[in-house]
Nanobody, 129 residues
Framework: QVHLVESGGGLVQPGGSLRLTCAASGRTESVFVMGWFRRVPGKEREFVAAIDWSVGRDAWSSQFYADSVQGRFTISRINANNTVSLEMNFLKSEDTAVYYC?????????????????WGQGTQVTVSS
């Protein structure tokens, strides 16, 4: 079992920045992919970003982004203990949502909710003036 805890949500003005962090614990040796999804009331959970270190050397990883956040958000793996951050810049009101961290061993499609086995409880991000 893998336990995920998100932190760093809050209120920020449009154009501002925020950094989310997801700390994984438990059987993290089985995790090679971590991602961020978000959900607004009345809508399905949507993909934001993912990072995959299942191939290559320890320091190598691939990052994937939704078109809506490409160039504004950056996902990074902080350390080998599977702590991942999401740096969010130039935030817009439409980025307001509950952000969820997700983890999996292997995925075929990074943007699909069903590919991820483990989920955090979520952290609220509100972009408003």
């Amino acid at each position: 079992q893998v336990h995920l805890v998100e932190s760093g949500g809050g209120l920020v003005q449009p154009g501002g920045s925020l950094r989310l962090t997801c700390a994984a614990s438990g059987r993290t040796e089985s995790v090679f992919v971590m991602g961020w999804f978000r959900r607004v009331p009345g809508k399905e959970r949507e993909f934001v970003a993912a990072i995959d270190w299942s191939v290559g050397r320890d320091a190598w990883s691939s990052q994937f982004y939704a078109d809506s956040v490409q160039g504004r958000f950056t996902i990074s793996r902080i350390n080998a203990n599977n702590t991942v951050s999401l740096e969010m810049n130039f935030l817009k009101s439409e980025d307001t949502a509950v952000y969820y961290c997700a983890a999996a061993g292997r995925v075929w499609a990074y943007d699909l909710v069903r590919e991820y086995e483990y989920w955090g409880q979520g952290t609220q991000v509100t972009v408003s003036s």
